[in-house]
T-cell receptor
Framework: ETGVTQTPRHLVMGMTNKKSLKCEQHLGHNAMYWYKQSAKKPLELMFVYNFKEQTENNSVPSRFSPECPNSSHLFLHLHTLQPEDSALYLC???????????FGPGTRLTVL | AQSVAQPEDQVNVAEGNPLTVKCTYSVSGNPYLFWYVQYPNRGLQFLLKYITGDNLVKGSYGFEAEFNKSQTSFHLKKPSALVSDSALYFCAVRDNNNDMRFGAGTRLTVKP
């Protein structure tokens, strides 16, 4: 694939569950991103990290909590989600904020 | 604020015919423009980009795109479509603030 891996690939969770999405990049990049892809809507940028520091939070609800322990790993912690949060969550990375990002395969999330 | 519009949800072409997937943008400053493709159950893959230089940009899999500043467009083209080109195509723009925005996507179906 592209050097950006995401686990799990599929996740079904209840509204009271707590789960985490994991992203890992093997490209030596310094910037990492979370995107949300819902059906028939533009791809939505959620969070941006550059050199492990969060540089952007696009008004994302607090039930989504990102974590970037190092420049190779990015997590998205989920708790008390709503059914409308069901979507494909894509992780991406880039050498820096000026370069086009490479995307992972995504995690298909279903909230029951 | 920058934005991207893909006016067609769906494009259908016959194999061997030329294809065009339309994209228009609105951005302050000089645009960085991108096309990505998403095959079923896969992450987004980079196709091509325009930063500066020639208005006609050549990318992967025989695709090309033409930057038209006066029409603020960046249409994706291919002279002869293949059935395997059937996928979801996303146009994206990154402005001078490094904010990257995606269009809603266009589903291309190439019929034998």
């Amino acid at each position: 694939e592209t050097g950006v891996t995401q686990t799990p690939r599929h996740l079904v969770m209840g509204m009271t569950n707590k789960k985490s999405l994991k992203c890992e990049q093997h490209l030596g990049h310094n910037a990492m991103y979370w995107y949300k892809q819902s059906a028939k809507k533009p791809l939505e940028l959620m969070f941006v990290y550059n050199f492990k520091e969060q540089t952007e939070n696009n008004s994302v609800p607090s039930r989504f909590s990102p974590e970037c322990p190092n420049s190779s790993h990015l997590f998205l912690h989920l708790h008390t989600l709503q059914p409308e949060d069901s979507a494909l969550y894509l992780c991406a990375s880039s050498q820096d904020l000026f370069i086009f990002p490479f995307f992972g395969p995504g995690t298909r999330l279903t909230v029951l | 604020a920058q934005s991207v519009a893909q006016p067609e949800d769906q494009v259908n072409v016959a194999e061997g015919n030329p294809l065009t997937v339309k994209c228009t943008y609105s951005v302050s400053g000089n645009p960085y423009l991108f096309w990505y493709v998403q095959y079923p159950n896969r992450g987004l893959q980079f196709l091509l980009k325009y930063i500066t230089g020639d208005n006609l940009v050549k990318g992967s899999y025989g695709f090309e795109a033409e930057f038209n500043k006066s029409q603020t467009s960046f249409h994706l083209k291919k002279p002869s479509a293949l059935v395997s080109d059937s996928a979801l195509y996303f146009c994206a723009v990154r402005d001078n603030n490094n904010d990257m925005r995606f269009g809603a996507g266009t589903r291309l179906t190439v019929k034998p």
